[in-house]
């Protein structure tokens, strides 16, 4: 099912990106995939109808759920960062005044969390791929996603006439 849904992403990914007038190509060459897949996803001949309405549903949770969510999806963490942010204007924040220096977020298994002083941390937000573990690991909520809370997307389920 993970992989269902993955296709589900990046084809509601892929429908955006053509709105925006991407081509084919460019499509395949950022979503790291075949051209003939895209051209599916384009289509509305894959996924399924039901996979799209449930990868919609994913990412339409608050962020603190979709994205972890979308982040697990792959292996690829460069690509799952590209999916997350062609779909929620998003940023990682982090709040010194709050944070208490546990050093529990400093565990990033992308190495994107480091040591300023004795209390405080900062984020390589190059390195760092969304995948909302320090979120989850902070006991005050010193790291958050910060977001404007629009999506970047447009849901795509209605546009298809598919089983
Ligand atoms: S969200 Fe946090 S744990 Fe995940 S890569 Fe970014 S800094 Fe590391
Ligand atoms: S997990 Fe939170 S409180 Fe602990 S060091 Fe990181 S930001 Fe600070």
């Known amino acids: 099912m993970p992989e269902h849904i993955l296709s589900g992403i990046k084809s509601i990914v892929a429908l955006n990106l053509r709105k925006d007038g991407k081509l084919q190509r460019e499509i395949a060459d950022y979503l790291e995939m075949d051209r003939s897949i895209v051209s599916h996803y384009l289509h509305g001949r894959y996924p399924s ?3 799209i309405e449930v990868s919609e549903k994913i990412v339409k949770l608050p962020m603190e759920l979709s994205i972890p969510i979308i982040s697990s999806l792959s292996d690829n963490k460069q690509l799952t960062k590209k999916l997350i942010n062609s779909l929620y204007d998003i940023a990682i924040i982090y709040k010194s005044n709050a944070c208490i220096g546990c050093g529990k977020c400093l565990e990033c298994p992308y190495g994107a969390v480091n040591n300023t002083d004795n209390i405080g941390i ?11 573990d320090c979120i989850d690991e902070c006991p005050v909520s010193a790291i958050r996603f910060k977001s404007t809370g629009k999506l970047k997307f447009e849901l795509i389920s209605q546009d298809f006439d598919q089983p």
């Open 49 to 51: 109808r039901k996979v």
């Open 122 to 132: 900062s984020i390589d937000h190059q390195a760092c791929v969304l995948c909302g």
